[in-house]
């Protein structure tokens, strides 16, 4: 259950990061959601350790790619909303 999980809303500014965007952590998984009416255009992971991670559509299964802290912007286009599993490969 995510509600069990550490909620990281240091990492982002509601009123100053676009898109709004939610973290929470759960063991070394982080979950991110993103929010906006439309977005297309890269997307910043923060938080991430120094490490390599597999990017899942939480809702779809679809994998998005891998990321690290180095390389943590992702490309996607959503309306709505996208949320995202992050875990260590």
């Given at each position: 259950?995510?509600?069990?999980?550490?909620?990281?809303?240091?990492?982002?500014?509601?009123?100053?990061?676009?898109?709004?965007?939610?973290?929470?952590?759960?063991?070394?998984?982080?979950?991110?959601?993103?929010?906006?009416?439309?977005?297309?255009?890269?997307v910043e992971l923060r938080g991430?350790?120094?490490?390599?991670?597999?990017?899942?559509?939480?809702?779809?299964?679809?994998?998005?790619?891998?990321?690290?802290?180095?390389?943590?912007?992702?490309?996607?286009?959503?309306?709505?909303?996208?949320?995202?599993?992050?875990?260590?490969?």
């Amino acid at each position: 259950m995510l509600s069990r999980g550490q909620y990281l809303g240091q990492l982002y500014d509601i009123g100053f990061d676009a898109p709004e965007t939610h973290v929470i952590r759960k063991d070394r998984t982080m979950y991110y959601a993103f929010f906006a009416k439309q977005w297309k255009g890269p997307v910043e992971l923060r938080g991430l350790e120094d490490r390599n991670y597999s990017v899942v559509d939480y809702i779809t299964g679809k994998s998005l790619g891998i990321v690290s802290r180095r390389n943590s912007h992702l490309p996607v286009e959503f309306a709505g909303n996208l949320l995202v599993e992050v875990s260590p490969q």
